[in-house]
């Protein structure tokens, strides 16, 4: 086949998937608003009696998709923890986007990139961009070179129906130093807004494909710094829950009216489950539930 025949082919491929918010509210609606996070430590691939090597990192990946991929309305591999393991741990990871897409279960990549527009556009291509081996559904991006450097993510993410999450309020204690600075006009508060307006592009939508970052632990500083997560009428990944100390509950009480839009995430307390299925499932099974009665 011909490069320009290639390249129709794959913006036909685009243009016929759904947006990625689209997609990710009929998985939520179907299977709950769980996240699993895939972040295959050295620790837990020594638990599991894997060595920690590309081989173990894959058994170890494969088994988690295998195990959990219909119960999660989607997974998250952590990218940190493939690179650790250079170019062959990116060729797991590769794998793991595949196996994923394949299990039917949606991909977030957890790779926070954030740069000045023109390496940006390099980002864009290799986690949303048509074709890219990296490419996944959705990938995590650092706002702090300012919302609007994220821009070539924001339009390949709509060109080929994928999504994004930009990082606003983090888990950790350290992100309040730059995040809630600005008291009532907060940093967090301006990303919110931004993110609120980009979603007007996917207003036919329930569900915009610009999501933030609003970690599980944040207690009580959406309602402090006023942030109006529902407006932002994109999906909010929460990461927090299990090993970072974050429940259901806890969540409930920090996203108020916004909840039905949390995607809450937990990678090593499901992840501890393992080696086996079962543990696997059993850990994911309580987390989800843990989420749903919190609702
Ligand atoms: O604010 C953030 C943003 C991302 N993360 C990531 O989520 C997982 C959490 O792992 P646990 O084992 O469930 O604590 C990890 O990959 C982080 O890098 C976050 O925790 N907080």
């Excluded at 759904?18 to 609606?29: H, I, Q």
């Excluded at 959990?68 to 591999?77: R, S």
């Excluded at 590769?94 to 390496?119: H, M, N, Q």
Aim: aromatic fraction near 4%; include cysteine.
């Amino acid at each position: 086949m011909s490069d320009a025949a290639a390249g129709v082919e794959q913006l036909d491929h685009a243009s016929r998937r759904a947006p990625f918010g689209a997609r990710l509210g009929a998985a939520m609606r179907e299977r709950g608003p769980l996240c699993v996070g895939i972040d295959p430590h050295p620790s837990l691939l020594a638990a599991w009696g894997l060595a920690d090597d590309a081989d173990g990192l894959r058994r170890f990946s494969l088994a988690v998709v295998a195990a959990v991929a219909d119960l999660a309305a989607a997974l998250k591999p952590q990218v940190a923890l493939y690179e650790r393991h250079g170019s062959a741990g990116l060729a797991v990871l590769e794998e793991v986007l595949a196996a994923s897409a394949e299990a039917g279960v949606l991909s977030i990549a957890d790779a926070k990139r954030g740069d000045i527009g023109s390496t940006m556009a390099a980002y864009a291509d290799a986690w949303l961009g048509e074709g890219s081996p990296l490419a996944a559904d959705a990938v995590t991006l650092s706002p702090y070179l300012g919302f609007e450097s994220l821009r070539p993510a924001l339009e390949t993410a709509a060109a080929t129906g994928r999504g994004v999450f930009v990082l606003a309020l983090t888990s950790n204690p350290e992100g309040a130093s730059v995040q809630h600075v600005g008291g009532a006009q907060s940093v967090a508060k301006a990303i919110c807004e931004a993110a609120a307006e980009e979603n007007g592009r996917y207003a036919g939508e329930p569900l915009g494909s610009v999501g933030l970052v609003v970690g599980a632990t944040v207690g009580d500083a959406v309602e402090r710094l006023g942030l109006d997560l529902a407006a932002v009428r994109g999906p909010l990944l929460a990461p927090g829950l299990g090993a970072q100390g974050a429940t259901g509950s806890a969540l409930r009480a920090a996203f108020g009216d916004a909840y039905p839009q949390v995607l809450g995430t937990s990678s090593r307390d499901i992840l501890a489950g393992g080696p086996h299925r079962a543990g696997l499932r059993e850990r994911a099974e309580r987390t989800l539930a843990d989420l749903v009665d919190a609702g």
